[in-house]
Nanobody
Framework: QVQLVESGGGLVQAGGSLRLSCESS????????MYWYRQAPGKQRELAAR???????NYADSVKGRFTISRDNAKNMVFLQMNSLKPEDTAVYYC???????????????WGQGTQVTVSD
């Protein structure tokens, strides 16, 4: 069973940068798409960025041009480089991945526990 653990969150001033990391542990048949979601206080969880196993990426309009998602397939890790941070980026950021377990051919989404990002004015 695969588990995801995020790191790299913290407090940063507006205009600053942070780099989030997500490390997966455990054994799987494959890890397909990987994601960074975020949830601000009082709001629904939203997709910030997505990356396929082949490296294709998609971004929410609100982060496009400021955030960059990347992955290391050999280490089953995904990263989120966040630049030009704004107070409205404040949220809990969650790593997620579509994991195909050894005993199946279907992918299920696995979630990390989240890491807090706070951007001050």
């Amino acid at each position: 069973q695969v588990q995801l653990v995020e790191s790299g969150g913290g407090l940063v001033q507006a205009g600053g940068s942070l780099r989030l990391s997500c490390e997966s542990s455990g054994i799987a048949r494959s890890i397909n798409d990987m994601y960074w979601y975020r949830q601000a206080p009082g709001k629904q969880r939203e997709l910030a960025a997505r990356i396929t196993s082949g490296g294709s990426t998609n971004y929410a309009d609100s982060v496009k041009g400021r955030f960059t998602i990347s992955r290391d397939n050999a280490k089953n890790m995904v990263f989120l480089q966040m630049n030009s941070l704004k107070p409205e980026d404040t949220a809990v950021y969650y790593c997620a991945a579509d994991v195909v377990a050894l005993w199946t051919v279907s992918a299920e989404t696995t979630w990390g526990q989240g890491t807090q990002v706070t951007v001050s004015d």
